[in-house]
Structures are given as structure tokens and as C-alpha cells.
């Protein structure tokens, strides 16, 4: 099973988290644009990060996270530097609220066109599309979630879904029922885990080293290829030594 980490906040501080990985990881890598991530790309050497995933985020007067209530302009900003770029790219569709609520208002005459805009640029990039999303599956929120421009039908995309137990408080009968959604759900499904240490809104509670442990060894015995932590920041010499027997 690779484990591998989203890093929101790639600082030096952070990134020398990697020193602690040895185990085949993934990075998923936040910058602003793509000459900002190139260049945060070439710094990372450990050997063990088998690749290095473009996460888009933008300003937060412009929404911060992808979805089709995202100001316009940034939108097409990010999706247009990314055209015939032959790199894998996450986009982490995720509502506004946070950050300006005003963007409901002022981007609802753009919102069937910004979610044209996601479809299409999801259909066809020439890498792999990542796309993190809200967790449910199935049910009346599934069905929200697909109505707001949150979760796109592609085969061959890539489908994260947050399950961040450390803010929603799941059991393992939850956890494992979420999986096996997964697994039937999309061709490729990632579960994320979490949160290590805090994102952007600084509010998130922390995974204690005992609950990742139960996580993984859940996901390793559903048979999970991939899952990924938030956020490499957070990793200690004790998380490290939890990851590094459930791999």
C-alpha cells in the first residue's frame, strides 16, 4: 500500500518532513501556479517520493479550493496554464464558504459555465485528473455534492475522498463501509486520512498516532492501493515508525 501526503503549506520547515519517509509515497504538492510548484518540485530528492502531484490553489478572495462558485477569471487562470501540460494535477473541489461566501452571489451567473470549464478540462488533460471531494457516497448528499460541480463522472480520474476521522469522528464500521463504497464506486479510489496537523483554517483536531494506526491497517486490510495523509507537516519520528508498518 503506498501512503502517501497532501503538504497544503510547502515551506522549507514542512518539507523537510520528507527526510522521514521511507517508505513509496506520493506528494501532493499546493502553489499558486505552476512556476511556483516547478520550482518546489526540484527541490524534493528523497528518492522514496515515487511523484510529485500538482495542487492548484488559488487566492482566497478568489475561493482558494476548485468549484464551479470559484471567481472566474481565477478559474480559467488555472485551467488555462494547465493546457497540454503533461502533468498530473489535484483538483480539491471544495466550496467557497471559508473563505468569501460573497462568491455565491457573485459567481451564480457563472456557475454552469465554471462547471463546464471543470468537466471539460477533467475530460480532457492529458495526465492524471485528481479529484478530492466531500465524503459521501451515496444517498441525498452524493447527489448535492454532484449537483454543486463537487464530484465529476470520468473513468479515468483519480477519485480522493476525505475521510478525515480526527473532524467527523468515525467508527470502523463507518470507515470500512466508505472503502468498500470506493472501491465499487470509481475505477481509482484514494481514501485520505487525517488531519496530522492543521490546514488552512488552522481549526482542524489531530489524528492521535493510535487512531492512524487503526486506519491503516483498515485500509491495508480492504485492500487499498493508495491512501493519503493531511499533511506531511504533521509527520513525527512516531507517525513515521506507524507508517512504515502499514505499508
Not at 502533468?87 to 459567481?107: A, F, G, K
Not at 492529458?126 to 464530484?151: C, D, F, M, T
Not at 472503502?179 to 486520512?193: E, M, R, V
Not at 492501493?225 to 506531511?232: A, K, M, N, S
Request: charged content about 20%.
Amino acid at each position: 500500500m503506498i501512503i502517501s501526503f497532501f503538504e497544503e503549506f510547502p515551506t522549507e520547515e514542512n518539507l523537510q518532513k520528507i527526510s522521514l519517509i521511507n517508505w513509496p509515497c506520493k506528494l501532493y504538492l499546493a502553489a499558486e501556479n505552476l512556476i511556483e510548484f516547478n520550482k518546489l518540485r526540484k527541490t524534493i530528492k528523497n528518492k522514496n517520493i515515487l511523484e510529485v502531484i500538482y495542487w492548484p490553489i488559488l487566492k482566497k478572495k478568489e475561493g482558494y479550493w476548485i468549484s464551479p462558485f470559484t471567481q472566474k477569471q481565477a478559474l480559467q487562470r488555472t485551467l488555462n496554464e494547465l493546457e497540454n501540460k503533461n502533468i498530473s494535477v489535484m483538483l480539491d473541489l471544495e466550496l467557497p464558504t471559508r473563505h468569501n461566501p460573497r462568491l455565491y452571489l457573485t459567481q451564480s451567473i457563472n456557475f454552469l459555465n465554471n462547471k463546464r470549464s471543470i468537466q471539460n478540462f477533467i475530460q480532457n488533460h492529458p495526465n492524471v485528473v485528481y479529484l478530492a471531494e466531500y465524503y459521501p457516497q451515496n444517498g441525498w448528499r452524493s447527489k448535492l455534492i454532484k449537483s454543486l460541480g463537487l464530484h465529476y463522472s470520468n473513468k479515468n480520474s483519480s477519485i480522493i475522498k476525505m475521510l478525515y476521522g480526527s473532524m467527523h469522528q468515525f467508527d470502523d464500521k463507518f470507515l470500512i463501509k466508505q472503502l468498500q463504497l470506493g472501491k465499487n464506486n470509481y475505477p481509482h479510489f484514494i481514501p485520505a486520512f487525517g488531519t496530522i496537523a492543521t490546514g488552512i483554517t488552522n481549526k482542524e483536531t489531530i489524528l492521535s498516532p493510535k487512531q492512524l494506526s487503526n486506519h491503516l491497517r483498515i485500509a491495508r486490510n480492504n485492500k487499498i492501493d493508495e491512501v493519503i495523509i493531511f499533511r506531511l507537516g504533521g509527520l513525527t519520528k512516531g507517525y513515521s515508525k506507524i507508517i512504515t508498518t502499514n505499508t
